[in-house]
């Protein structure tokens, strides 16, 4: 039983994918961006910072018009 078990949760596991994100980190910014180089955070006058897709959403942004 244990087997089967591990292998199920080894299957689930593999299957899960968290996707990064970018996001300035100044008071003004409300979007997150596909990659560091996206043309929307040129303006960022503070730091980007790579984060997950669930962690920007909770932040309340919203996906870059540019880069989406």
Same mark, same amino acid.
């Given at each position: 039983?244990? &087997?089967?078990?591990?292998? #199920? @949760?080894? @299957?689930? !596991?593999?299957? #899960?994918?968290?996707?990064?994100?970018?996001? +300035?980190?100044?008071?003004? !910014? %409300?979007?997150? %961006?596909?990659? &560091? &180089?996206?043309?929307? @955070?040129?303006? +960022?006058?503070?730091?980007?910072?790579?984060?997950? @897709?669930?962690?920007?959403?909770?932040?309340?942004?919203?996906? +870059?018009g540019k880069c989406y």
């Amino acid at each position: 039983i244990f &087997s089967v078990i591990g292998f #199920v @949760l080894v @299957l689930v !596991s593999c299957n #899960v994918r968290i996707q990064n994100v970018y996001i +300035c980190t100044g008071p003004q !910014s %409300h979007r997150y %961006h596909k990659t &560091s &180089s996206c043309p929307g @955070l040129s303006r +960022c006058s503070c730091d980007v910072e790579k984060v997950s @897709l669930e962690q920007a959403k909770e932040m309340g942004r919203t996906e +870059c018009g540019k880069c989406y």
